[in-house]
Each structure stands twice: as C-alpha cells, then as structure tokens.
C-alpha cells in the first residue's frame, strides 16, 4: 500500500505545504468551472478565474511556461468570455450556444499556429529546451488557447479541444510528478465528453424550436 501511495504522491514530500494547499484549491475551482461550462452557466468565469490565478504562481514555480501563459491566458478570456456570455443578441437575453463559422474555423488555425511560435520564442529566450515535456507543453499550450477561445464564444467545438489537450495533460502532469492536477485533467476529460453531449443537445433543441 505504501509503494502504492508513494507511486502517486511521493514527490509532495518536498513541496512546500502552502504549495500543495494551494494545487488542491485550484483544482477544486478548476473543477468547478469546468462543472459549470457544461452546465452552461456563467459561473464558470468567477471559478475558473481563482483557479487560474492560483496556477499562473504554481506553473512559474515549476517552469511549465507554456501552461503558465495558458492560466493567464484564461485569465483574460474569462473577462472577455463574461462579457460574451451575457450580452444581448438580437434581443435575446444571452450569446446563445452555437458551431464555429467558416471565419472563426480560420481564426482558430490561425491562434494555434501563432501561440506554437509565440511559446516557442519564450523557451528559447528562457532557455527552457531541456526536457521532452517542453515540446508537449508547447502543443497543449496552442490547444487550449484555441479551446478557451471558442468557449468565451460560446461555440461547441471548445469542447474537442479541451478533451485533446486533457488527455495530452493527464500523463504529462503525472510525469512531472503533479499527482493532483495530473487526476484533475483526468476528470476535465470526463466533464468534457459530457459537456460536447450537453452542448450538443441544447444546439439541436433550440434546432427544433426554431
């Protein structure tokens, strides 16, 4: 049973309590935001913006400088997601939910591309090629933006690149020995099936009221 735990958490015994603290309260909000996405409920902002906050301190600490720009990246968003989320369209009370236009399609390769070169020129200027993980963190950090970017609009296939990016997560933050937020995208991945199904079934009632 040791090894077992050990296996799992053994490298917490070198963190900073405060630390460890601080990665259990940020997935906890994380979870709730993610929780309240698929519910379709603006308190996905408020709760996501804490966790993030939380993450941009932890993620410098452990020199992940892709995924550290990615939480203050969902920082802004939220802002500008909030603002999305609930403003009038054409009379409606809110941005309703919807699928990506042909230009929205367009802008999304472009913010993928454009965020593997940004992250790229930041670990070359930091010097932070020494490990394979910087490579994978540069490719999530490129999915996430385009996720979280389609999420502040409201569109459905936000949900397809959050599952990508959690299932690349998952093993990446375990290897790096953050057992917590490892399980964490663990569950995103979950709540993420779930959420495209959600979406899904309110596009196509909204389809058939129309």
């Known amino acids: 049973m040791n090894h077992i735990f050990d296996f799992f958490f053994g490298q917490y015994f070198e963190y900073a309590t405060i630390d460890i603290v601080l990665e259990i309260v940020a997935v906890v909000f ?11 409920k603006i308190w996905v902002f408020p709760t996501g913006m804490i966790s993030t906050i939380i993450f941009v301190y932890l993620l410098h600490k452990w020199t992940l400088i892709g995924d550290m ?15 999305i989320w609930t403003r009038k369209v054409e009379g409606d009370a809110v941005t309703p939910i919807s699928t990506t236009t042909s230009k929205e399609k367009t802008i999304s390769v472009g913010i993928f591309f454009a965020t593997l070169l940004f992250v790229f020129i930041v670990y070359k200027m930091f010097d932070k090629w020494s490990d394979w993980t910087a490579y994978v963190d540069t490719v999530t950090t490129a999915i996430f933006f385009v996720g979280m ?14 599952i990508i990016g959690d299932i690349i997560s998952v093993p990446l933050y375990f290897y790096k020995g953050f057992t917590f937020t490892s399980f964490q995208y663990l569950g995103f991945t979950v709540i993420a099936i779930f959420g495209y199904l959600a979406w899904k079934k309110n596009i196509n009632k909204n389809l058939q009221t129309a």
Do not use: D, H, T
Not at 30 to 40: C, D, E, H, I, T
Not at 69 to 83: H, K, L, Q, R, T
């Open 30 to 40: 994380g979870f709730m935001s993610v929780w309240f996405s698929k519910q379709n």
């Open 69 to 83: 720009m990615i939480n203050g990246y969902y920082f802004i968003m939220s802002v500008y997601g909030w603002y």
């Open 149 to 162: 970017w389609l999420m502040a609009r409201r569109k459905i296939e936000n949900w397809i690149f959050w």
